[in-house]
């Protein structure tokens, strides 16, 4: 005697489930890993502050390092005061807004001479880069 089912079972979304576990997964690993994103350029420990701004479009970093003898680097590149002008006639050309990431320790000279220098290139958008406090 052959028996016979009177409802129709459909397994369609039983292999949904692991799918969407796969894919919760990936996304939370995504979130939890985007914090520890390693940003390009020159280390420096930036000043404290409780008011930042947000993100910019594609800027142009300007990373000052501190101590005796304040180094300047733009494109990852090391470059005294007398070079920045030029490469930042080619910044403006760009478009691009300008960040100035000093070290804690640099003189405050030589961040207003950078400032200087881009605002006389005629690059009106400049900023400073700050850390919020922890």
Known sequence: MKLSRTKDYSFGWFFVVPLLDVVFLL????LL????????GIAVSVPLSHFTLGPQLNPQIVSITGGVAPAIYFRDQKVGLDQLGPLLDAAKRDGRPIIIRA????PYETVVAVT??????????????TALPK
Do not use: H
């Open 116 to 129: 200087n220098a881009a605002l006389e290139k005629g690059i009106t958008a400049v900023s400073l880069a």
């Open 27 to 30: 996304l939370f690993f995504l």
């Open 33 to 40: 890993s985007s914090n520890f994103v390693l940003q390009p």
């Open 103 to 106: 070290d804690r320790s640099t």
